[in-house]
């Protein structure tokens, strides 16, 4: 937990500018490495080649010496001539200093290295000698019978004291890169999170009274269009909800009003002088009606909160779908009477795997919203199929007055009424379909509405899954 909340408080720009740095740092040091080496590698080639002159020139005047009989040592002295900071020596074979230095600083080469036959960078020797580095090599060559060994040497201090002061110039130079090359990728980093900053300045603005606000897909790069698309989503349900919420809250508030009214009205009007005990007592049944509509409108929106936080899980059985549609004739006959209204079963259903007591609820919201707004000796019929996909189909349709095409997105909401005057003709609060919705929903399926030439029609469809296995589709 620590470590990630660590983690966590790092700001992007410290991650990448460390990532950078590390980056130029290990950079700078690989080629300060690799010029280093090419320098070293450059010297070392021209102290090979200056060093194959002056062994070949000694080991030519060794060679004329030996045809001319001359004296070795007075030739030798100017075999080498126009190099500076050298020194050669030439031993016979029996390790006698024929010419060169013979201090034990000058011999010591001798007896530590071993000869080459080929002098390039490679094979080059270091040695001291009285406080200097010399670079190297040893050689020998035979004249006649005569067998030479030849050592020839450059002094090194030139280099060391170029290598030092170029290494001096090298760090100070990668010291200078490195900082300039970071202060460039800061300043580009600063300038890429530049759109951050202002989707965060935007965001900063967006409040409760603000939710139709947007950002700009356009005026973002394109690494952050999936971000701006992902709040703009998420704002657009905020703002859904909060529409809800207001919503919710207005109609909840209207349905509570009237009610609420009656009973203070009634109650001042029992108050208000001494009265028969038939009067208190139409009166408290008065009240009393209120008082259940109230509970009922409670006991709804509870059960509601409930479903869409998943407390309500559907027991499913078995259930005969076209009873269960005769029976629920039979329980709403008397209202259809009275309306003189023709309650219509047509088609047949498998067994459907579902809650009893919700389907019945939901099943019973529909038809008495069917009821309640179809005309005096219209008809209500019930159509029960399979669709092309398979899905088990329950529609309820009516003739009536309609529901006009801009109310249709919110008819499943709870509270809302198509009829703006919110005019009680029933003891419907607003939540009938709101539950129908919850309840079919809880079982996986759907609910439309289509309203249209007078005639509107509710249809749920359930899920394949809801059909009972074993039972035929197709009947």
Known sequence: MKNSFVKRQISLTTRVMTFVALSIGVSLLGIGYLVNNAVKHHFAEQDAEELRVMTNAVDRTLRQADDITLDIEETLSKAVSGHHGVYFQVWNDDKQLLYGPSTN????????????????????????????????????????????????????????????????????????????????????????????????????????????VRLKPDDVPRELLGLVTSFNDMIGRLEESFERLSHFSADIAHELRTPLTNIITQTQVILGKSRSMVEYRELHYSNLEELYRLSKMVNDTLWLAKSEHGLLKPVREPLDINQEVCDLFDFFEALAEEKQIQLKLDGQMPLLKVDRVMFQRALSNLLSNALRHSPVGARVIVYLSISNKGEPTISVRNSGPGIPDEHKLRIFDRFYRVDPSRQRQSEGAGLGLAIVKSIVEAHGGRIDVVSSNGETAFTIKFPLTAVTRGDDLNI
Do not use: C
């Open 105 to 212: 600083d000058y011999e010591s080469p001798l007896y530590t290295y071993n000869p080459v036959s080929r002098i390039k960078a490679g094979n080059l020797y270091q040695w001291q000698a009285e406080g200097k580095t010399y670079r190297g090599v040893i050689t020998q060559t035979q004249i006649g019978s005569f067998k030479y060994t030849i050592v020839t040497a450059i002094d090194m201090d030139a280099h060391i004291q170029f290598l030092k002061s170029f290494h001096r110039s090298l760090w100070l130079i990668m010291i200078l890169a490195g900082t300039v090359t970071l202060l460039a990728a800061w300043f580009g980093v600063h300038q890429g999170h530049a759109p951050l900053r202002g989707l965060s300045a935007t965001m900063r603005e967006i409040q409760a009274d603000r939710l139709h």
